[in-house]
């Protein structure tokens, strides 16, 4: 099975830009979806962003155009792209993955995810 691990968190100001890291380890990337989940304090994880194994990409409404998201096979990672952050961006953000290739926005269809990184985004 895949084991993903979170990285690039940290605390910036509103309007700055922060990339994350996941690494996968134990299996190749290519047949898996990929995705971000975020999950602030008091609140559901939800769905960020995702990519599926063909390069198909999915987000949601609220970081449209703020996020992106892509990922390397070769190197066996997934990033995320924040610009333009704002204070409700403060979340955990978790990597997940699903075998199949495929993206989906509801968290039960991943079946791995990592421990998360924690993003700060100061007013």
């Known amino acids: 099975q895949v084991q993903l691990v979170e990285s690039g968190g940290g605390l910036v100001q509103a309007g700055d830009s922060l990339r994350l890291s996941c690494a996968a380890s134990?299996?190749?990337?290519?047949?898996?979806?990929m995705a971000w989940f975020r999950q602030a304090p008091g609140k559901e994880r939800e769905f960020a962003a995702g990519?599926?194994?063909?390069?198909?990409?999915l987000y949601a409404d609220s970081v449209k155009g703020r996020f992106t998201i892509s990922r390397d096979n070769a190197k066996n990672m997934v990033y995320l792209e924040m610009n333009s952050l704002k204070a409700e961006d403060t979340a955990v953000y978790f990597c997940?993955?699903?075998?199949?290739?495929?993206?989906?926005?509801?968290?039960?269809?991943?079946?791995?995810w990592g421990q998360g990184t924690q993003v700060t985004v100061s007013a």
């Open positions: 134990g299996r190749a990337l290519t047949p898996y979806g």
């Open positions: 997940a993955a699903r075998l199949g290739g495929a993206v989906y926005s509801e968290k039960r269809q991943y079946g791995y």
């Open positions: 990519i599926a194994h063909s390069g198909y990409t």
